[in-house]
């Protein structure tokens, strides 16, 4: 009886780093390892460049060689890309790290020995790999491998074989494909034998250069669909994910100032949140540059850095100006604490604009970020996707615990709880600035319209500019109305008349008290006066009726000793004659 053997159990795909930065964090870690990627597009999607980034890192960051086949552009073509991203590509190939090599010639149907082209190329290949021991290779692009060395009449078979071929040796493999009408790639073959597929999309947008990237599939490993930004810098190949998809950051207890005391009061006494995202929207004029100034300086002032973006004005003037109304900000750009950096939003996509913000944050190592206005970007895109992107990037911001305060620019007929760029959901602190016209006047009126967090004030404050700088005071409010400006100076001037007319009331009024106070304390002291002369009358009186009573008793009692004594008095002897 003969047992079933048992087959071996299917090896563990583990992931290579792709050196594509967000792409790792699609894909859970990078490619498939040992296996073969495809990347497809349309021409200018970013394929070769994917290829050349996955190279690069490998052979700088793990020490990994690569090998780069090129089958439609030259090694000097490849090698000048290189260089445009600050790597020197002779120094990598000296070291035995990356090497170029281009196709081999057509070889015909069938050589002497009876062999295929598809065998030439494998043995081409084998030695290529031996000679470069790469653990990494770019095979770029898959069509004219396989217009040149493949099988026409059994293309399918003829990848499989490449793909199993290179499965064995675990070369861990990235291939280019141009994308098909109706496919993924021209045939519609790659993709369905690859374990990994991503797609680069190359499209027109708003007259802007947009490109996408997609993960179709990944074999045994989960992985999302969505389609990502895929942009090039000077900094490199990126795609821009959804950060903290969990909103599992952390968050801070920390109060930092506006750099306006009375707004700080109206914020429970203490400010904004730190790592919290602020929104400061109103009007053309209402003074959303001077507040974003006054906080920056407040935060270089607290020894922290700070970032100003600016898409509107240059850095020259937003100095100059903001010197003007007291808020210096040249004396923070000296000690290399404050970076403005000034750029217009329309000569270059969204993407790269947010591209270029990160890369400054990180490298200047900023804790407070201004962004002047957000609004412009709108300009750059579609308004679906500047949403999007501003929401990304205000979540990795947030993730990495930066103050961020973003400028929006109203349009009149707006309702104030809804912004140009539709971005108040993430939004920690939204202030809200209008103008507020009356009596020939406009004056800046402003009141905080949320506060996660905050027992903030509900009032509307104005706010005044002026050479000693930003302050805000409150509003006049009676009578069903709210006075600003020259309105509530008159206001307030006639108020303190009023109470000056009325202190002066009220002083004469006790003056006249005490001057009938007085009068009255001297009629009472007289009253006294008189009432003690009668009292001492009285008393003379009554004395002298008591000495009167006396003398009689003194008298009557001398009378009668008088009648009883011998040799008395007439009576006496009447009685004895």
């Known amino acids: 009886m003969s047992s079933t053997p048992i087959p071996p159990p299917a090896p563990t795909l583990t992931r290579v780093p792709s050196g594509i930065q967000g792409l790792d964090q699609i894909t859970g870690g990078g490619f498939p390892a040992g296996s073969m990627t495809l990347v497809c597009g349309s021409a200018g999607s970013g394929k070769t460049l994917c290829g050349l980034a996955f190279v690069l890192h490998g052979a700088?960051?793990?020490a990994e060689p690569g090998l780069f086949i090129a089958a439609d552009q030259p090694p000097d073509h490849l090698r000048h890309a290189v260089t445009t991203y600050g790597v020197d590509p002779f120094a990598l190939e000296h070291a035995g790290l990356l090497t170029f090599a281009p196709l081999p010639p057509e070889l015909p149907a069938t050589t002497a020995s009876g062999s295929r082209p598809i065998e030439q190329l494998l043995s081409y290949l084998e030695r290529l790999l031996e000679t470069s021991a790469a653990r990494r290779l770019i095979l770029d692009p898959l069509d004219t491998l396989l217009a040149r060395f493949g099988d026409p009449s059994a293309p399918r078979a003829w990848l499989h074989h490449l793909i199993d071929w290179l499965r064995q040796r675990r070369v861990t493999t990235l291939a280019t494909?141009?994308?098909?009408?109706?496919s993924l790639t021209r045939l519609g073959l790659a993709e369905h034998l690859a374990d990994c597929v991503?797609?680069?999309d190359y499209r027109l947008t708003s007259q802007n250069a947009v490109r996408r990237a997609r993960v179709v599939k990944y074999r045994g490993f989960t992985h999302t669909t969505a389609e990502y930004p895929l942009f090039f810098s000077a900094h490199g190949l990126d795609i821009d994910p959804l950060t903290a998809i969990d909103l599992n950051y952390r968050v801070s207890d920390d109060r930092i100032s506006t750099g306006i005391p009375q707004l700080d009061e109206m914020l429970g006494g203490q400010?904004?949140?730190?790592?919290?995202?602020?929104?400061?929207?109103?009007?053309p004029g209402t003074g959303k540059t001077s507040m974003a100034a006054a906080f920056v300086a407040a935060a270089c002032e607290r020894g922290e850095r700070a970032l100003y973006f600016t898409f509107e004005e240059a850095p020259a003037q937003i100095i100059r100006n903001l010197q003007g109304v007291g808020i210096r900000l040249r004396p923070w750009l000296d000690a290399g604490v404050l970076q403005i950096i000034g750029a217009r939003p329309t000569p270059a996509s969204l993407t790269l604009h947010l591209a270029e913000l990160r890369?400054?944050?990180h490298t200047f190592g900023a804790s407070i970020v201004v962004i002047d206005p957000i609004t412009c970007f709108q300009r750059t895109g579609e308004p679906i996707d500047v949403t999007i992107l501003l929401l990304r990037l205000l979540d990795q911001l947030k993730s990495a615990q930066?103050?961020?305060?973003?400028?929006?620019l109203s349009t009149g007929g707006n309702s104030v709880e809804q912004t140009d760029v539709d971005v108040s959901s993430l939004i920690d602190t939204w202030l809200l600035l209008r103008n507020l016209e009356a009596n020939g006047e406009r004056n800046r009126g402003l009141y905080v319209l949320k506060a996660r967090g905050i027992a903030h004030s509900n009032q509307i404050r104005e706010l005044i500019i002026s050479e000693e700088g930003l302050a805000l005071t409150e509003v006049y409010t009676g009578a069903g109305t709210v006075l600003t400006g020259s309105a509530r100076l008159a206001e307030e001037a006639r108020?303190?008349?009023?109470?000056?007319l009325h202190r002066q009331e009220l002083e004469r009024r006790e003056l006249a008290l005490e001057h009938r106070r007085r009068s009255l304390n001297a009629q009472i002291a007289a009253l006294e006066a008189e009432l003690a002369a009668e009292e001492a009358t009285v008393q003379q009186l009554a004395d002298h009726e008591a000495l009167q009573e006396r003398l009689t008793r003194d008298?009557?009692?001398?009378?009668?000793?008088?009648?009883?004594?011998?040799?008395?008095?007439p009576e006496q002897r009447r009685r004895n004659p």
Do not use: N
């Open 60 to 62: 700088r960051i793990h």
């Open 177 to 182: 494909a141009e994308r098909g009408e109706r």
């Open 198 to 200: 991503v797609a680069l």
């Open 271 to 283: 400010g904004y949140y730190r790592g919290s995202s602020i929104l400061l929207s109103g009007t």
């Open 359 to 361: 890369h400054r944050v």
């Open 402 to 408: 930066i103050t961020t305060l973003c400028v929006s």
């Open 495 to 500: 108020e303190q008349i009023e109470a000056v």
């Open 555 to 569: 008298l009557r009692g001398a009378l009668q000793r008088m009648r009883l004594a011998p040799g008395g008095g």
